[in-house]
Nanobody, 119 residues
Framework: QVQLVESGGGLVQAGGSLRLSCAAS????????MGWFRQAPGKERECVSR????????RYADSVKGRFTISRDNAKNTIYLQMNSLTPEDTAVYYC????????????WGQGTQVTVSS
């Protein structure tokens, strides 16, 4: 089991950047595939990106390819989401999650951090 805490959200102007962090307050992330999800008001939750156990493999939603980068530091028990060229459409609550395998549902979730992009 792992407990996850996101940070780094906030208000940014369109075209700006933010870096989200997700740290494990209990447990170790090295056992898990890690992912970032987001949910905007009135929209379904979307998987933004995921990263394999050792960071060798990543996957991105088409909407963020080329702008967002996921990474992980297992020694620090933390994953990151670098978000560049932000647009108002990126406004959402961002969640990190941990799963036991690449294609299965994620089992553990953080509480979320709000990202708001102003035009």
């Amino acid at each position: 089991q792992v407990q996850l805490v996101e940070s780094g959200g906030g208000l940014v102007q369109a075209g700006g950047s933010l870096r989200l962090s997700c740290a494990a307050s209990a447990g170790t992330i090295s056992k898990y595939v890690m992912g970032w999800f987001r949910q905007a008001p009135g929209k379904e939750r979307e998987c933004v990106s995921r990263v394999s156990w050792n960071g060798d493999f990543t996957r991105y939603a088409d909407s963020v390819k080329g702008r967002f980068t996921i990474s992980r530091d297992n020694a620090k028990n933390t994953i990151y989401l670098q978000m560049n060229s932000l647009t108002p459409e990126d406004t959402a609550v961002y969640y990190c999650a941990a799963g036991v395998s690449w294609n299965s549902a994620f089992d553990y979730w953080g509480q979320g951090t709000q990202v708001t992009v102003s035009s």
